[in-house]
């Protein structure tokens, strides 16, 4: 069975739709113009029989560290964001972070076997050039999230690089996951940021894994739950 879902996240602030797979392949798409090939953003489009991930949120360099934390963790991905930019970036990133999050809890709940044998730890590091990154991962059901990437420029594209840690932490909270990401190095806030979504991708992928050789029904917790 896939695990997969669909969440809408509806406020005066943004319109949020997410279809997700965290196993890839097929997604089931809504029907308009927009889903089925008629978009003005293709930047961070690509589909392939693996993967499908098409994201527009409004903000270009939120959209290119989506794609990569889709690409990387093995994600089908459609999301879909119409935010309030005329006040600021704010809303818009915390709310879509928010509505991803709350996607991967309920794919990793969506059936009463969703989380037998997972791996539910994973680490990964990532570099970019000079950057480097580590991220480690808990799925378990206590939503935490220490992240330090020593970010130093105001914005990169249009979004503030505060928001990248806020985002970060709005994702662990509805994901019900504990993220520890950490930017070890590097001089450019780009690749910087990057390489922290790529490894947080990795580790993700690793966690949401399937135990091989011993323990595949096993719930990987001494409470006997996971979430």
Request: aromatic letters at 6%; one cysteine or more.
């Amino acid at each position: 069975m896939s695990r997969a879902s669909t969440v809408s996240r509806d406020t005066k602030e943004t319109q949020i739709h997410v279809v997700l797979n965290i196993d890839g392949g097929d997604l089931d798409l809504p029907s308009s113009n927009e889903a089925n090939g008629e978009r003005a953003n293709k930047h961070a489009f690509q589909a392939s029989k693996a993967q499908y991930i098409d994201v527009s949120t409004g903000i270009g360099f939120l959209d290119h560290m989506l794609h990569a934390l889709a690409k990387h963790a093995g994600w089908s991905l459609y999301l879909r964001t119409h935010g309030d930019l005329i006040i600021d970036d704010h809303h818009t990133t915390e709310d879509t972070f928010l509505a991803l999050g709350a996607a991967v809890h309920k794919s990793l709940t969506s059936s009463p076997t969703s989380s037998l044998g997972l791996l539910r730890f994973g680490s990964a590091y990532a570099p970019l050039d000079e950057a480097l990154s580590r991220a480690v991962v808990d799925l378990s059901a206590r939503p935490f999230a220490v992240i330090e990437l020593g970010l130093r420029r105001e914005k990169v594209g249009d979004l503030s690089c505060e928001m990248v840690p806020h985002g970060l932490m709005s994702f662990a909270q509805e994901a019900k996951i504990t993220m520890h990401v950490d930017c070890i190095r590097g001089d450019n806030d780009h690749h910087r940021i990057e390489s922290a979504f790529k490894a947080l991708a990795v580790a993700i992928r690793q966690a949401c894994s399937r135990r091989i050789g011993g323990g595949e029904g096993e719930m990987m917790s001494t409470k006997g739950v996971l979430y």
